[in-house]
């Protein structure tokens, strides 16, 4: 299994811009999760998703933060604007045993600018 | 709120020398995972405990579940250089929701 797959690994935008993250997670895994890291507050759970359904948004920051899970094998995290306060690591993790372990993707370093 | 202390923030030690880190709560958590993370990669699970008292060992890892499931520790035999990273603990408390520390920076030098 090639585990999760995140795209693109950097992302550089600019202030006002739209932004999407992408993320495939490990067939047969029913539990997804995004995840934003940064030094000052370390990993910070956004929002996950079970058998595709959003079960936990309350820590998506605001508004202009959305994410989705069409189906089984793909999500995606919109920041739509953009600011500079965005600039973080974006994980996504996906889980077949719920809260005993995740995998994580390599993650998506965003810069905005 | 549930916080998940990690200590200490910083270890820097040369290769050998033996080292603990700890992870403390006020809560009580159904299960307790480590992970270790690299430059620009994801966390990679080591290790899950889930009853208290629990001890499992992973190669020179060792790593305890506190009899009230409220801490953990890692302790580490003769560091390797490779086994510098972020070491970080996480722990749910039933359901799908795991919250993380914000983990143990080593550096193991040779």
């Known amino acids: 299994d090639a585990g999760v797959i995140q795209s693109p690994r950097h992302e550089v935008t600019e202030m006002g811009q739209e932004v999407t993250l992408r993320c495939k997670p490990i067939?047969?895994?029913?539990?997804l999760f995004w995840y934003r890291q940064t030094m000052m507050r370390g990993l910070e759970l956004l929002i996950y998703f079970n058998n595709n359904v959003p079960i936990d948004d309350s820590g998506m920051p605001e508004d202009r933060f959305s994410a989705k899970m069409p189906n089984a094998s793909f999500s995606t995290l919109k920041i739509q604007p953009s600011e500079p306060r965005d600039s973080a690591v974006y994980f996504c993790?996906?889980?077949?045993?719920?809260?005993?372990?995740?995998?994580f993707g390599s993650g998506t370093r965003l810069t905005v600018v | 709120t549930q916080l998940l202390e990690q200590s200490p923030q910083f270890l820097s030690i040369q290769e050998g020398e033996n080292l603990t880190v700890y992870c403390n709560s006020s809560?009580?958590?159904?299960?307790l995972q480590w992970y270790r993370q690299e430059p620009g990669e994801g966390p990679v699970l080591l290790v899950t405990v889930v009853t208290g008292g629990e001890v499992k060992k992973l190669k020179r890892l060792t790593f305890q579940f506190g009899d009230a499931r409220k801490d953990s520790s890692l302790h580490i035999t003769a560091a390797q250089p490779g086994d510098t990273g972020l070491y970080l603990c996480a722990g749910n408390t039933g359901g799908f929701k795991t919250i993380f520390g914000a983990g143990t920076r080593l550096f193991v030098k040779a």
């Open positions: 993790a996906s889980s077949l045993t719920g809260g005993y372990g995740y995998t």
């Open positions: 067939s047969g895994h029913n539990s």
């Open positions: 809560s009580v958590f159904s299960s």
